[in-house]
Structure formats: C-alpha cells, structure tokens
C-alpha cells in the first residue's frame, strides 16, 4: 500500500460545479497534513494546510478524518482557472518527511 | 523576500556528461529538499539536507547521484554520467523548519538528456 494515495482523475466538472478530492495515508503517525496545487509544468504550491478541526479559505474547504486516515479537499463553484492537478502531502517519521500523493487531476469546462 | 531560485530552469546534457542544479532556499530557510518528477508522474522525494549535513538520502539513487548544501552559496544536486532516463524535472523547496513545516517550491530546473 502507497504511503498517501489519492485517486488521479480526471476530473472533469462544469463550471460553479462542486468538487470533492479525498487523500488517504497509511502512517497513522503523520501529523501535518497540506494541499498543494500543480499546474502543468510548474512547481507545485501551497493551497493550504488542513488540520483537525477542518478549515476554510474562500471557496475551498479541507477536512481531516483521524480515524479513517483520509484528508478531503472541497472546491465550490468552481473556476476555469482551477483547472490544475491537486496535491495531497502528508508529513511522518522522525522528522515528519513530507510524502507527496500522485494528484488528482481536475479539468473546470466551460 | 524572494522565493526559492533554482536555476538553470533548463538544462540539456548529452548522455555522459554531468548535470549540475543549483538550489538557493527562501530567506530564513534552512532545511532544502530535491524532488524528482518525471512527466504525468508524482514527486518522487530524493535528499533532505540541512547546512552541511545530509539528513536523509533515502530516495537518492546509489549511484551516478550526489547533494550537497554548504555553509556558503546554493545547494546543489549533482548528476554525473547522465542516461536518458535521468530526463525529468528537478524540484527543490525549503522550509524554515523541519518540524512538519509546509515546504515551498522553486520553478524547477528541466533536464533534457538527449
């Protein structure tokens, strides 16, 4: 089993749809928990870090589930401009090494 | 306060030869990972360094792969007698601590082997 495994997609949704991406990780021991975001053949960026009692940034929501070790990220009336692929990383070990999930590729149609 | 840099952002190398990419973290950084990403694929984690130490290489390859991040100047991942399959993006971020921080990215460096 992958260390932090997401589904790679694509998705592909209507514009002012509803997304929902779900990560999950193997380490129960992980402690940090972010979204990244990656356009094509660019670096990846910080959407945002999720913790416990969930969190919310404009139009993105991101959730944590401790007991079933997943993270969820939640995009509302989705953009065209946020069409990118979505990264989900997880931190673990001794010094809590961040393990990048594969992505989940999101396509916003006009 | 400026980004991490990387450079060059390409790099073509005939096979043989050795590729040199530099890495100069974020102001306040010390910590500097390299990630390798080949296309339609995730970031595969290679080194972990701190100023003059190498924290964990684990996702390194044995051979023909070195880094290092001296007390002075960028760090710098080295690749000598480059393969066509060596062919991918080269990613460095940083982060202020190693504490679970969130890292972040430079542009990356495109290293084309032909």
């Known amino acids: 089993r992958k260390e932090v495994e997401q589904d790679p997609g694509p998705f592909n949704v209507p514009e002012g749809a509803t997304v929902a991406f779900n990560c999950t990780y193997s380490?129960?021991?992980?402690?940090?928990f972010f979204w990244y975001r990656q356009d094509c053949r660019k670096e990846p960026k910080l959407l945002m870090s999720?913790?416990?009692s969930g969190n919310e940034d404009g139009r993105f929501t991101a959730q944590l589930n401790r007991a079933s070790q997943y993270i969820s990220l939640l995009i509302r009336d989705s953009k065209l401009s946020d069409s990118a692929t979505y990264l989900c990383?997880?931190?673990?070990?001794?010094?809590?090494?961040?393990?990048f999930g594969t992505g989940t590729k999101l396509q916003v149609i006009p | 306060n400026a980004g991490v840099m990387q450079n060059p952002r390409h790099l073509v190398r005939r096979r043989g030869q050795e590729a040199r990419l530099r890495c100069s973290p974020m102001?306040?950084?010390?910590?500097v990972y390299w990630y390798r990403q080949l296309p339609e694929e995730g970031l595969k984690f290679m080194v972990y360094?701190?100023?003059?130490?190498?924290?964990?290489e684990s996702g390194m390859p044995k051979e023909r792969f070195s880094a290092e991040f001296p007390k002075e100047g960028p760090s710098i991942l080295r690749i000598q007698q480059v393969v066509r399959g060596d062919s991918a993006a080269y990613f460095c971020?940083?982060?202020?601590?190693?504490?679970?921080?969130?890292?972040?990215f430079g542009p990356g460096t495109r290293l084309t082997v032909t």
């Open positions: 971020a940083s982060s202020p601590t190693s504490d679970g921080d969130e890292q972040y």
């Open positions: 380490n129960s021991a992980s402690q940090s």
């Open positions: 999720v913790y416990s």
């Open positions: 990383a997880v931190t673990s070990g001794g010094y809590q090494k961040v393990t």
């Open positions: 102001k306040g950084h010390s910590h």
């Open positions: 360094l701190q100023k003059e130490n190498i924290i964990d």
